[in-house]
């Protein structure tokens, strides 16, 4: 896995709910952000191409 190390600033909250949403699913909170933006990537791309697709068909 190629990663690339970036900095964002996130609300506290926002952190502590990361890390007990993580510790639910037995991951740190630094993998399950990868892994949900990984998620939420994949997911619009899909509809962004399927919707590329429709655009074509009409």
Known sequence: ???QI???RLQKSL???LKDLAGEDGLGYRPYIRQLLTHHVRNEKRKRAKHVQL???E
Request: glycine share 0%.
């Open 1 to 3: 896995m190629d990663l």
């Open 6 to 8: 970036v900095s964002i």
């Open 15 to 17: 952190i502590d709910d």
């Open 55 to 57: 655009s074509r068909d």
